[in-house]
């Protein structure tokens, strides 16, 4: 993929509320499928959104207006199955499977991640709030944005407000994210705070102008619960 042609898939995306959060030619040191027609994959492009980004071109989508369960996947498998088949790629999608794809690994290889206590990567521009969509794989050889050669964010994170704000002590330094006591206190009531975003994940410093909106994050939180 030549730069014109990375610029353009980035033009694209953008206008369908999607970021290329980076990518890298696959080796032995991480697993990534084969092409649908049996060849290795040379080329692994990540793509990705935050809330702003995303947001309202998946609430004007008929995918949403529909009612119907899980608009955002629907959105997002539309949207970038049309967006991959013009620019030659295959995608594959992290809310399908088995098989499940590695994909916390694939944007550690990309580099500019870290790992948080939240459960969730975080990123030097986007903080926590990139949210990974799909993988574009190509068995053309890899000509995308060079792996970023910085880490992300949280070993260089001294103040870590992430880990005192959570009212039910859910986010932890050794422990990390205690899934089960977020669920439960998020069920006592839907009039806590934390139906307006994860507070741990809404006091992390980097990419504040990322973060989600209260209807977006009320949106994950109740598929988050099930509801």
């Known amino acids: 993929m030549t730069r014109p042609a990375a610029a353009k898939l980035e033009q694209d995306l953008a206008a369908a509320g999607f970021l290329l959060l980076g990518g890298f030619a696959p080796d032995d040191s991480v697993a990534v499928p084969p092409l649908a027609s049996g060849k290795q994959a040379r080329s692994l492009l990540l793509i990705g959104s935050t809330g702003p980004s995303i947001w309202p071109h998946m609430t004007a989508s008929p995918e949403y207006r529909s009612g119907q369960p899980d608009p955002l996947d629907r959105y997002t498998r539309r949207s970038l199955l049309e967006l991959a088949e013009a620019s030659g790629y295959e995608p594959v999608f992290p809310f399908e499977g088995p098989p499940y794809y590695p994909f916390q690994q694939w944007a550690m290889k990309c580099g500019g991640f870290s790992q948080s206590p939240l459960g969730v990567l975080a990123h030097r521009t986007y903080g926590p709030w990139a949210g990974f969509r799909a993988a574009f794989l190509t068995a ?88």
């Not at 206190?185 to 139906?195: E, F, I, Q």
């Open 140 to 227: 053309e050889a890899y000509a995308g944005p060079e792996p970023a050669v910085m880490d992300g964010p949280c070993p260089t994170c001294t103040d870590a407000p992430c880990l005192t704000v959570c009212p039910v002590g859910a986010v932890t330094v050794h422990e990390g994210y205690k899934v089960t006591d977020c669920r439960n206190h998020l069920a006592t009531s839907r009039d806590l705070d934390c139906w307006s975003g994860c507070l741990a994940r809404q006091a992390c410093p980097f990419g504040q102008e990322h973060r989600q909106s209260q209807a977006t994050a009320g949106f994950h939180m109740e598929s988050f619960l099930g509801l």
